[in-house]
C-alpha cells in the first residue's frame, strides 16, 4: 500500500517512525490518524515510545528487522519501554553523535554509518543490527541516514551522491539504487518517507513524479 499524509502536519514523516519488514517504531505520542495510517499501511506490530523524551523516531534511533540501537540519551523508562515491546535485541551506543537515524543507514542486509564513529561504535552497530557495517558518506556528507530512504527491495538516495557512493552503498544493502527527491524537492528522501517492502508512506508535499520515481525503485509499481 502506498499512502501520502503529514504527521501533526508535518511533511518529513520518515522523522517520526522507522519501518521494518517486521514491525514499525514509532512515538508514542503520534496521533490516532498517524497511527490509523501506520496501521492500514504496513499492518505490522507497533513498537511506540519516545526516545531522548522526543517524538522524532527516525532522526534519533535506528532499527532493521534484526534489532533497535537507541542513543545513550534515551532514559531508562524507555529503553524498558521499547523492550517490553519490541520482538528484537534492543540496545543504546555509548557515543557522543545522537541522531543515529541522521546519520547510520541500514536495512537487512547491511548499513552505512557516519565516519567519526570509532571501531567499538561500529561493532556495537553491527552487534544489534546483525549486519556488516561500514562508515562511509553520501553526496559526500557524513549524514547517509537522512541522505537515503531504503528498503530489503531498493534505495533513492541524495540527488547529488557519486557513483562511487552509490555502488559502494549497493554492495552493502544489495538493492538497486537511484537519486531522488521528496516533498517538493528535498534531498533528504529519508525524512520524508517511511517504507518497507510492503507499504509507503510519502510526505504530504511529495509530489506526483516524485512518489512515482520512489514507487518505482522501492518495487511498488
Known amino acids: 500500500m502506498i499512502a501520502r499524509t503529514n504527521f501533526e502536519g508535518d511533511s518529513n514523516v520518515g522523522a517520526y517512525g522507522i519501518a521494518t519488514d517486521r514491525f ?5 505520542n503520534i ?30 534511533a535506528v532499527a532493521n528487522s534484526n534489532g533497535i540501537l ?9 529503553l524498558k519501554q521499547v523492550k517490553q515491546t519490541a520482538e528484537v535485541p534492543v540496545d543504546w551506543i555509548d557515543d557522543k553523535m545522537t541522531a543515529l537515524g541522521n546519520i547510520i543507514i541500514a536495512n537487512d542486509s547491511g548499513a552505512m554509518c557516519h565516519p567519526d564513529f570509532s571501531p567499538e561504535a561500529i561493532r556495537k552497530i553491527s552487534d544489534v543490527l ?15 541516514g537522512a541522505n537515503v530512504v531504503t528498503t530489503n527491495h531498493g534505495a533513492v538516495v541524495h540527488p547529488l ?3 562511487d557512493e552509490m555502488d559502494q552503498l549497493s554492495q552493502l544493502l544489495k538493492v538497486h539504487i537511484e537519486v531522488g527527491t521528496v516533498n517538493r524537492g528535498s534531498p533528504y528522501t529519508s525524512l520524508g518517507v517511511l ?6 508512506i510519502a510526505g504530504s508535499d511529495t509530489t506526483g513524479v516524485e512518489l512515482a520515481h520512489i514507487s518505482q ?4 509499481v
Request: net charge negative.
Open 31 to 60: 496521533s490516532e490518524k498517524g497511527i490509523s495510517a501506520v496501521e492500514k499501511t504496513f499492518n505490522l506490530p507497533l513498537v511506540q515510545s519516545t526516545v531522548a523524551t522526543l517524538d522524532a523516531i527516525g532522526l534519533v
Open 70 to 78: 537507541l542513543p545513550y540519551t534515551t532514559t531508562d523508562d524507555e
Open 195 to 200: 517504507a518497507n517492502i510492503d507499504g509507503m
Open 130 to 144: 546483525g549486519v556488516e557495517v561500514i562508515p562511509g558518506t553520501i553526496a559526500k556528507l557524513p549524514i547517509v
Open 217 to 220: 525503485v522501492l518495487g511498488f
Open 161 to 163: 551522491a557519486t557513483d
Open 24 to 28: 514499525v517504531f514509532v512515538s508514542s
